[in-house]
């Protein structure tokens, strides 16, 4: 009884610290999404400065493939060496990226800079979602999923409107150094308050399988960035790389089950959970970047919004998913049960992107926001759950490399999502343009099928209206694609085995990952304390 009041005045002792070590880890996780939304903006301005046109989509390209390479070899090392080295080394190298990446002089430059920025970027997201996991028991983290869509809502919102203020005001360059002062805080803070125990593993790092996945995880990415752009999908150039990947992906899961300390070790797929996870993980993903990619470009085209705030334009859908988020939380840590989430969420998630799929020229802005507040609501169910049961399915040595794996399907599921429903909308729009507008409508779109605000202004009457109805047309192909995608997360989330949360809050003892039907090894080391970890 004693021992129960000592751990109930020590837990009491560290809210203070708790919300420090939380804070410097939400400014982290805003690093890592604002990033590119401000770049986005600020790009026709680094373009004027330092030229190379032709080489603007690899300023994009190279962090993305440095991110995503790099995020599962982030996870593995915080499980080998200890979280709170390996994430503040990737904050480091992210600021490092940062700073050089505003001092670059030409496009080659600012290019290498970011693929240095990128690396650091790969440990952020895991380094944040894995540092948690140790801090906060399963049943008890569900109170800071709110805070974290927060962050994921606030950076998709602003983004654009701080990048475009900082651009105009302070010059392009300080679209990589307000990363700086930021950063700062959070290391400062991270260094200061958090005190993870340390680890050493005797075993080499899995280099030759960290490099087939990089291998393989870049061709991928590669693959769904220049397929139907830079490249026809049949192209050489694309079946190469396709081929590259499939043989680096598949020589990787070889050398995974021989070396001595996996990058990804492959006993955490043998948990139903796990793997269900990162299913619905890479299907949201697919879904949502598809969802914030031709939202704003209908409402801009065919319902007249403006480009300048098109980041308010996802409102309906981001408030409604911060507030299933955070419902989905309390409730989880309430009553530890979780299951009815994703299946609600794969249900809300069909629905809302088959309504969007109806959306036409006569479409109202209030009609739309209905339908994007479904799609949220359904979001909000599947976007912190995924991570939560995905961590409550592995042992804590695994708890880095379950995080990253996690993130990597979901950036991966992004990559598939854009490419495809984007390919899906490109070629509707030219076809309806040319079986409206004829040989204008082809020339109108042969260089792009999404146009801006000034070349939209510019076309004829008739060619806009036709343009209009083509990009209806294109959003409906797409989100039709995604509302049948979104059935594979309902499917999966119906075989979820509704396993107790582990760190059960009053009257709830901790439970081990999932029973050996599920393939988990019991985790026989004790447990660190939240007293002890912060």
């Known amino acids: 009884m004693a021992d129960n009041k000592e751990a109930v005045i020590e837990t009491e002792k560290q809210p203070r610290s708790v919300r420090v070590v939380l804070l410097a880890l939400m400014i982290t996780m805003m690093l890592a999404m604002l990033d590119n939304m401000i770049v986005g903006t600020a790009m026709p301005t680094i373009v004027g400065e330092l030229g190379g046109l032709q080489h603007l989509s690899w300023v994009v390209t190279a962090y993305t493939l440095a991110t995503a390479a790099s995020t599962p070899i982030w996870g593995k090392l915080g499980d080998m060496y200890g979280r709170k ?18 001092m670059a002089q ?20 895991v380094g944040v979602m894995a540092i948690i996991g140790d801090l906060i028991p399963p049943r008890e983290r569900g109170k800071y999923q709110g805070m974290m869509a927060g962050i994921m809502a606030l950076a998709m919102i602003g983004g654009p409107l701080i990048g475009g203020t900082i651009t105009d005001h302070w010059g392009w360059r300080w679209s990589f150094y307000i990363n700086l002062p930021l950063g700062i805080v959070a290391l400062l803070a991270i260094s200061a308050v958090l005190h993870l125990p340390k680890k050493r593993v005797q075993a080499k790092i899995d280099y030759l399988g960290a490099g087939l996945l990089a291998l393989g995880i870049s061709s991928i990415v590669l693959v769904t960035t220049w397929g139907g752009s830079e490249y026809a999908w049949g192209s050489a150039r694309i079946m190469e790389l396709i081929g590259i990947g499939v043989a680096a992906l598949v020589g990787f899961v070889f050398v995974q089950t021989k070396a001595a300390a996996p990058i990804m070790p492959l006993h955490i797929f043998r948990s139903r959970n796990f793997t269900l996870m990162s299913i619905i ?12 990619l031709f939202l704003p470009l209908y409402q801009q085209s065919v319902q007249g919004a403006s480009a300048t ?32 989430f994703p299946i609600v969420g794969g249900v809300l ?17 209030f009609t ?44 991966l599921g992004s990559s598939f999502g854009v490419a495809i429903m984007g390919a899906l909308f490109n070629q509707r729009v030219q076809d309806v343009m040319t079986e409206r507008a004829g040989a204008l409508g082809s020339k109108v779109t042969e260089q792009s099928a ?8 510019k076309l004829p009457a008739a060619a806009r209206e036709a343009y209009q109805y083509a990009v209806s047309s294109g959003t409906h192909s797409a989100f039709l694609l995604g509302a049948v995608v979104s059935l594979g997360a309902l499917v999966a989330a119906v075989f979820v085995k509704e396993v107790p949360l582990r760190g059960a809050g009053a009257g ?27």
């Open 450 to 457: 999404q146009l801006d605000a000034a070349s939209l202004a």
């Open 106 to 125: 030409d496009m080659g430059q600012l290019i290498g800079f970011r693929a240095v920025q990128g690396l650091g970027a790969g440990g952020l997201m």
């Open 85 to 102: 080295g390996a994430f503040m080394t990737s904050i480091v190298i992210f600021l490092v990226g940062s700073a050089l990446s505003g």
């Open 281 to 292: 993980g890479f299907i949201t993903g697919f879904v949502m970047f598809g969802a914030t």
């Open 349 to 365: 998630m069909a629905v809302g992107l088959f309504l969007l799929s109806q959306m036409d020229t006569g479409t109202t802005r």
């Open 508 to 534: 709830a003892g901790a439970t081990e990952p999932e029973g050996s039907a599920e393939g988990a090894v019991s985790d026989s080391a004790p447990k660190p304390t939240l007293a002890e970890t912060v």
């Open 368 to 411: 739309s926001g209905l339908y994007m507040a479904v799609l949220g609501l359904g979001m909000g169910c599947l976007m912190q759950i995924t991570m939560l049961v995905a961590q409550n399915s592995v042992e804590m040595k695994d708890m880095g490399v379950a995080s990253s794996s996690t993130t990597l399907f979901r950036t």
């Open 309 to 340: 705030n098109s980041g308010l334009l996802l409102l309906p859908m981001l408030g409604a998913m911060l507030v299933t988020s955070m419902v989905a939380g309390r409730v989880t840590t309430g009553t530890g049960r979780y299951k009815a």
